[in-house]
């Protein structure tokens, strides 16, 4: 059975870290019409220094990072946080990895490409289970304030990356099926909002959870 999937959805399933397994035998497709204008090129080459660099070419890359977050497209945080894990910023590297994943729930909202919005499960498979376990180590109490945090972050930096990097994990991108790659930009302020609030309400609901589960 073939198992046909874009340049980028091909090289994130390949990567060195990468935890998802294919189905089959991958066909790697050249992205077709619009989405061949999409440059993920910059991502490529920062995943790639995260997952095979050196110990100094990963960190001087991660401070870089840190000063301008503005101008990565999610998927580098997962690699980031996978970095910052492995030096025992435990803390540092799930508040990196939320920061990323919001990031990439609302480039997937704003996708009009539904086949491609899967993505973000790919994105995410990136990081090491015991990572998005985290919060689990929480205090209750501090769960839904480190949560605020991350969006304060996410309202405060803006967003200088291509959003459109997520097309290519869509069917689109190698049929070259004409029509727009995102929603209308009127309807994305609601969308951010509610990728927001969503992720405030899964902190409240991990504290109520695990306050419940210490008074047992």
């Not at 992205?31 to 910059?42: F, H, L, R, V, W």
Request: net charge positive; proline share 6%; aromatic share 12%.
């Amino acid at each position: 059975m073939s198992y046909i999937k874009p340049a980028f959805f091909v090289f994130m399933m390949t990567s060195a870290f990468a935890q998802a397994q294919p189905v089959g035998r991958q066909v790697e497709v050249k992205p077709q019409g619009e989405y061949a204008k999409i440059d993920t090129s910059g991502t490529i080459r920062d995943m790639t220094i995260l997952a095979k660099g050196s110990d100094s070419e990963k960190d001087a890359l991660v401070k870089k990072i840190k000063k301008r977050p503005g101008d990565y497209a999610p998927p580098v945080f997962m690699f980031m946080a996978r970095r910052l894990y492995e030096k025992k910023d435990a803390e540092g590297a799930y508040f990196w990895f939320c920061f990323g994943r919001m990031r990439g729930r609302y480039d997937a909202a704003r996708c009009a490409d539904v086949s491609a919005r899967d993505g973000i499960g790919v994105m995410v498979a990136n990081v090491q289970p015991e990572l998005r376990q985290y919060p689990m180590k929480m205090k209750p109490e501090e769960i839904v304030p480190f949560a605020k945090t991350v969006v304060k972050l996410d309202s405060d930096t803006p967003y200088n990356y291509d959003h459109r990097w997520i097309n290519m994990h869509g069917m689109g991108a190698f049929t070259g099926e004409k029509g727009e790659l995102s929603l209308p930009e009127s309807e994305w302020p609601n969308l951010l909002k509610k990728v927001r609030d969503d992720f405030l309400k899964g902190a409240e609901d991990m504290a109520t959870q695990l306050k419940n589960t210490a008074k047992k």
